[in-house]
């Protein structure tokens, strides 16, 4: 049977890390290869490239969803990236590894509700949500920032997700990821345990542009 069409989405949206985690780390330098292979940032043409990703695999029922300019109000999800814009302009913002756990977050806030971040981000408000639904779908250990998610978490999210997931015709059963197997790309020797949020965001965008998300994996029919 051919997977469900469904999406991951998790968010982060409150911290930027002065130092990244190894799996945050591993999580970004997979992105950045996706849709910049060979370089090492996510750079402003990077980022284009990504953006146009998430906006093909959203619909808003029979009609495509409300197009804005994602590039330009990135600078609503972190401090780091205003003052990177105020200094070199919109062109030349790049998202660094200390920002990714965030500006993923940012981003598959998009991919769950993409009208609601339109309207947001023309209103300056983008980062706001993004830090409502991080709240909402993750758990706050030890100091504040340290936050995690579940497997229960990511179950919400795909469901979230399911009402704008837009699959490709070229995708076949077998390429189906599972929430399951996000967890266990962050943490191979307890996928069951819950892992840290921007580690699972950040593997969570890297499935979403190219690869259906299904809470667990079906028998072949």
């Not at 990135?74 to 920002?99: E, W």
Request: hydrophobic share 40%.
């Amino acid at each position: 049977m051919r997977c469900s069409a469904l999406l991951l989405v998790t968010c982060w949206g409150v911290l930027v890390s002065v130092s990244a985690s190894p799996a945050v780390e591993e999580a970004y330098r997979a992105v950045v290869e996706l849709v910049s292979p060979g370089q090492q940032q996510l750079t402003a043409d990077s980022l284009r490239s990504l953006f146009n990703m998430l906006e093909n695999r959203v619909q808003c029922g029979e009609v495509s969803c409300e197009k804005c300019d994602l590039l330009e109000a990135v600078d609503q999800l972190i401090t780091a990236i205003t003052d990177a814009r105020s200094k070199n302009g919109a062109t030349n913002v790049t998202v660094g590894v200390a920002q990714f756990p965030v500006f993923a977050a940012g981003c598959l806030l998009y991919l769950s509700a993409p009208n609601l971040v339109c309207t947001a981000a023309k209103q300056g408000q983008w980062g706001d949500r993004t830090n409502a639904f991080i709240h909402k779908l993750t758990h706050t250990e030890g100091q504040p920032g340290h936050q995690h998610m579940d497997l229960n978490g990511l179950l919400v999210l795909i469901h979230d997700l399911h009402h704008h997931y837009k699959p490709l015709s070229t995708e076949a059963p077998q390429s189906c990821v599972t929430a399951g197997d996000i967890m266990a790309e962050v943490n191979a020797s307890s996928p069951e345990q819950k892992q840290e949020a921007g580690a699972v965001m950040g593997r969570a965008l890297f499935h979403c542009p190219a690869r259906p998300v299904h809470p667990q994996p079906r028998a072949a029919q």
